[in-house]
């Protein structure tokens, strides 16, 4: 189980997020909507302890993360949404590293990398250089290096970005197969038809602020069932906006 409780990030004079609670369950795929700048990174880096939230606490499994880091971070595969420090290694040395910060076997990694590879198509690219790849490439790269070591809880910042249609159908899949074992997946998406066709649990966010925290039918029913892109829209965007005196 994953737990924010009030969480707020404030970076010099900006307000990332404020008093964002929620609770994700395990078997839940948990889906963070939100224009460009809604907090959504940032809610994905407090939680795998790349930055440190001002307030509230982040709990995870019943330990608090900060003070248990190292032993939840083990338990976590993060796909960052923009990892451009890894991208002068090539695709292998980047998996080697991931298996080594996870702790995985020889046996083990081969085994897994084995069956990731084949499932990615990317077996033929396995030797090239991170930064020659095309973005789509480069994403199924981070995704193999955050499944690698099987963890408990999936977390993918934006993780369909460029991948196409077969990269995505699978991914989606593989999403659905962890989370019908019990396990968590969260991840960012402004792909809202993504979110409609894999996850239980989604919550929008606007400005730093939860404005929807439940189910995508819970909130259908609540709003004579109209289309997930027409509520968010609605909910999260320009019209919104306007109403509540301008975008900032
Ligand atoms: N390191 C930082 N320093 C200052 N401000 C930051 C920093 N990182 C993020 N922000 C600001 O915090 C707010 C939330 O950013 P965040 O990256 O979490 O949004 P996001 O929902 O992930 O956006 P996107 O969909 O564009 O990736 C934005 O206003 C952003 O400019």
């Known amino acids: 189980m994953i737990e924010f409780k009030q969480v707020s990030k404030v970076y010099g004079t900006k307000q990332a997020l404020r008093d964002v609670s929620f609770t994700i369950q395990p078997g839940e795929i948990f889906g963070l909507i939100g224009h460009n700048g809604a907090g959504k990174s940032t809610a994905i880096k407090s939680l795998v302890s790349i930055i440190n939230p001002t307030r509230g606490e982040i709990w995870v499994d019943g330990e608090k993360l900060d003070q248990n880091r190292l032993e939840i971070k083990k338990k976590i595969g993060y796909v960052p949404d923009s990892p451009d420090m890894f991208l002068r290694l090539s695709a292998t040395e980047y998996w080697n590293l991931m298996a080594s910060a996870y702790e995985l076997s020889d046996e083990e990694m081969t085994q897994r990398l084995t069956y990731l590879l084949d499932l990615f198509d990317m077996k033929e690219n396995q030797y090239g250089i991170i930064s020659s790849f095309s973005h789509g490439m480069r ?20 993780p369909m970005t460029g991948l196409d249609p077969q990269a995505a159908f699978d991914l989606k899949e593989m999403m659905k197969e962890h989370a019908a074992k019990g396990k968590i997946v969260l991840f960012s998406t402004h792909a809202l038809e993504v979110a409609q066709q894999i996850c239980n649990h989604i919550a929008i966010l606007k400005k730093g602020e939860i404005l929807y925290d439940g189910t995508i039918e819970d909130l259908q029913a609540e709003n004579e069932n109209q289309s997930l892109e027409s509520i968010y829209l609605k909910m999260a965007g320009r019209e919104a906006q306007s109403a509540t005196g301008g975008v900032e």
């Open 139 to 158: 994403q199924k790269t981070f995704i193999i290096g955050a499944i690698l070591s099987n963890p408990d809880i999936w977390i993918l910042d934006e």
